[in-house]
């Protein structure tokens, strides 16, 4: 089932803050006011944000963030990654501001017809792309299992992650090297010669990328990958995003990630 494009035209607007929260020791969760773009919002899809601090100042350029929690009847959410003076002033609003934010944009993530059973490679930031997907997996009927990678336990964010949707967790971390590539690996190659899933999913890690890609070509596993870029007016005319994405005949394409992405085929990506 295609969980892309809910043609629904982009729309500039205002929603309030309903909260305003830390997450752990880097993050931060946003939740607005926005019940009609929630609706039309699709997992794997985003919005800009406009950053202004206190005084309506700068930063001037918006920030593209994903959707983190969205669907009919649901608040609009993001979990942010506070790195800079943009996500700082995102992080700064308060329950009861007005937040300015364009979208919802680009391509979503698919489900096949017939899956019964999905596995998403997430680290970091990246768990909040892959969350609406869990549980738009779980309304349809699709187990989720979840790994998930973070730096040590206290920055994981399983629970933002997994929802309501009952998706089976397995942590690895760097702190103890179970999140190590070649453990990473042992632990993926069990799970695909046991029973392997439908389709795999990631987002967040280069080299978790590299491997699942790899692993999903071999055992024949079709996969999702939702990129990560710096982007100026995330509606496909400035051209700041573009990547290499490997076409059907083998010639690579430079792309837009804001338009034709952020969901691309696993194996069309290329490393960054």
Avoid at 155 to 174: C, N, P, Q, R, Y
Avoid at 224 to 249: H, N, S, T
């Amino acid at each position: 089932m295609d969980l892309g494009p809910a043609g629904f035209p982009v729309v500039e607007a205002e929603a309030r803050v309903l909260e305003s929260a830390p997450v752990g020791r880097r993050y931060h969760r946003l939740i607005l006011d926005a019940p009609a773009l929630s609706a039309a919002s699709r997992p794997g899809q985003f919005f800009h944000l406009l950053c202004r601090d206190g005084a309506g100042n700068g930063p001037y350029l918006r920030r593209p963030m994903s959707i983190w929690r969205c669907g009919p009847g649901r608040d609009l959410g993001f979990l942010l990654h506070v790195k800079g003076r943009g996500t700082a002033a995102l992080a700064a609003l308060r329950a009861g501001d007005r937040l300015s934010l364009l979208g919802p944009l680009g391509q979503g993530f698919r489900l096949g017809p017939g899956w019964r059973r999905i596995l998403i490679v997430a680290r970091g930031v990246g768990l909040a792309t892959l969350a609406p997907l869990t549980e738009a997996a779980a309304a349809q009927g699709v187990a989720v299992q979840a790994v998930l990678s973070a730096q040590a336990p206290e920055d994981l964010m399983a629970e933002e992650f997994a929802g309501d949707s009952g998706a089976a967790i397995t942590a690895v971390f760097d702190s103890d090297g179970s999140g190590a590539v070649p453990a990473v690996e042992a632990l993926l190659r069990a799970r695909f010669q046991d029973d392997p899933p439908d389709g795999v999913f990631t987002c967040g890690s280069n080299r978790l990328f590299l491997l699942l890609q790899r692993l999903a070509a071999e055992y024949g596993i079709p996969g999702q990958i939702a990129l990560e870029q710096q982007m100026g007016c995330g509606l496909g005319m400035c051209f700041c995003c573009v990547r290499q994405i490997r076409a059907p005949d083998g010639t690579v394409q430079n792309l837009r990630v804001c338009a034709e992405g952020p969901v691309f085929d696993l194996q069309a990506a290329l490393a960054w």
